[in-house]
């Protein structure tokens, strides 16, 4: 059996919250769950006491049992220190292109020599 550790989705609409939840990865997200390890409220400050509350106890014996992570629950695991935060290759788009960047270098060395 696959075991995950995922956010199941309660609460009313535009008024959410998550259990923490072990459960298996073919059953809904909002379905049938083996056991519930805390819970999440993304509507408080990200500083109050209440916003994330986790077993960190029970959490360690499922990934040692092969539970993986989703990943924002992978994020607070690692948050807290259980598991090693994950690198993730987000490459940085807004970085012009190989003829635009030749296309201001010459504009660059252009008003350079304009100015000497």
Do not use: C
């Not at 075991?3 to 609409?13: M, V």
């Not at 360690?60 to 690198?87: E, P, T, Y």
């Not at 290759?89 to 020599?113: L, M, V």
């Amino acid at each position: 059996m696959a075991l995950r550790i995922r956010l199941a989705r309660g609460g009313t609409k535009k008024r959410p919250h998550y259990n923490i939840v072990i459960s298996d990865s073919r059953s809904p997200r909002d379905g049938r769950f083996i056991e519930k390890i805390g819970f999440y409220n993304p509507l408080l400050p990200s500083d109050h006491a209440d916003r994330l509350k986790l077993d960190l106890d029970q959490a360690k014996v499922w990934i040692a049992k092969g539970a993986v992570a989703s990943d924002r629950v992978h994020k607070f695991l690692a948050k807290a220190g259980v598991v090693k935060a994950r690198v993730h290759n987000n490459p940085q788009k807004a970085i012009p292109k190989k003829k635009a960047q030749e296309r201001a270098a010459a504009a660059a060395k252009a008003a350079e020599e304009a100015s000497a």
